[in-house]
């Protein structure tokens, strides 16, 4: 079993020549020093899993010649079960479609790909510069929202963003990475597939001087990926919380009970 780092990969001399067992127990015990034990069934419960499946993947950069490819794997899984897509039943959505791909040129993002050369996973960054006084206060999301189920998503994000400011809780940071969607094939799930991603984007933000990561989680399972990658909550809101005209909008299934803000700071 082998997985080839591509791409940069001068710049992560501790992944070389280790195989994804290694990465697996490297990224869930890094991520999980509160829980040893569920990174030695993990490691396993993968191993076995991946006998099953394909022993042979590659972390790579995202370039844009990569965007077909990539919406066709969101199209398959993310657009129907990231909770709140799966709850407003979103189906297609040109809007998403966008908002995946817009930053895919920044080359921060990135896929996991296996020995037949198909895409099983990806993260998709984009980084946000801290507004300045002169700018013009952004855009609300929903207002130039057409399709009406991404639009209750879009307003949400919104809401979000009115309740919380992270340039107020880092004063010292002048731009972070965004993760904007972590998404992997339902057959390659819980092998820590996104935690390696994911260790790709901190490295990436390392050698590009970007001193915070932010992710907002919708799911408990991305929650779950960041926590064992050691980043801290610093803002929640229940779902049973976020009222629109006093009626509750989202309700997905458990264990999806809010939206969580996730940080990890890269120079302390
Ligand atoms: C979130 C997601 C990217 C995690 O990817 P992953 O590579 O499976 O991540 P991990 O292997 O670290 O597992 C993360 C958690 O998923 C859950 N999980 C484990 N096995 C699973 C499986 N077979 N199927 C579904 N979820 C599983 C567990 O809660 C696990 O946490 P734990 O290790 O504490 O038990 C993936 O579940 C996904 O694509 N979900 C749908 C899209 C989505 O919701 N994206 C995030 C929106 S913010």
């Not at 869930?28 to 394909?54: F, R, W, Y």
């Not at 930053?103 to 300045?132: C, D, F």
């Not at 400011?165 to 965004?178: A, G, K, M, N, V």
């Not at 933000?205 to 989680?217: D, P």
């Amino acid at each position: 079993m082998k997985v080839e780092i591509q791409n940069h990969v001068e710049h992560l001399p501790a992944l070389n020549g280790l195989t994804l067992s290694n990465l697996l127990t490297r990224s869930n015990c890094m991520a999980t020093p509160k829980a040893p034990t569920i990174c030695d069934g993990k490691v396993d419960d993968a191993d076995a899993k991946l006998n099953e499946i394909d022993r042979e993947l590659s972390i790579s950069v995202i370039t844009e010649a990569d965007t077909e490819a990539v919406l066709d794997l969101l199209k398959r899984f993310f657009f129907k079960d990231e909770p709140l897509n799966t709850y407003v039943q979103l189906g297609e959505c040109k809007e998403l479609e966008k908002y995946c791909t817009k930053s895919l040129g920044e080359h921060s993002s990135y896929k996991a790909t296996n020995s037949r050369g198909e895409i099983v996973g990806v993260i998709l960054n984009g980084t946000i510069m801290k507004p300045q006084p002169s700018d013009e206060p952004p855009a609300k999301l929903a207002d130039n929202c057409a399709h009406p189920k991404f639009k209750k998503i879009m307003a949400l994000m919104d809401y979000v963003d009115e309740q919380f400011d992270i340039f107020e809780l880092y004063p010292d940071i002048d731009r972070f990475l965004d993760c904007k969607i972590i998404s992997v094939d339902t057959n390659y799930r819980g092998m820590g597939i996104a935690g390696m991603l994911t260790d790709r984007t901190l490295d990436y933000a390392t050698r590009n001087g970007i001193k915070l990561i932010h992710v907002l989680c919708s799911s408990h399972f991305s929650a779950r990926v960041m926590e064992k990658m050691d980043f801290s909550e610093v803002y929640r809101l229940p779902y049973a919380d976020y009222l629109v005209n006093g009626e509750q909008v989202f309700d997905p299934e458990k264990p999806h009970v809010a939206v969580r803000i996730l940080t990890k700071r890269l120079d302390q």
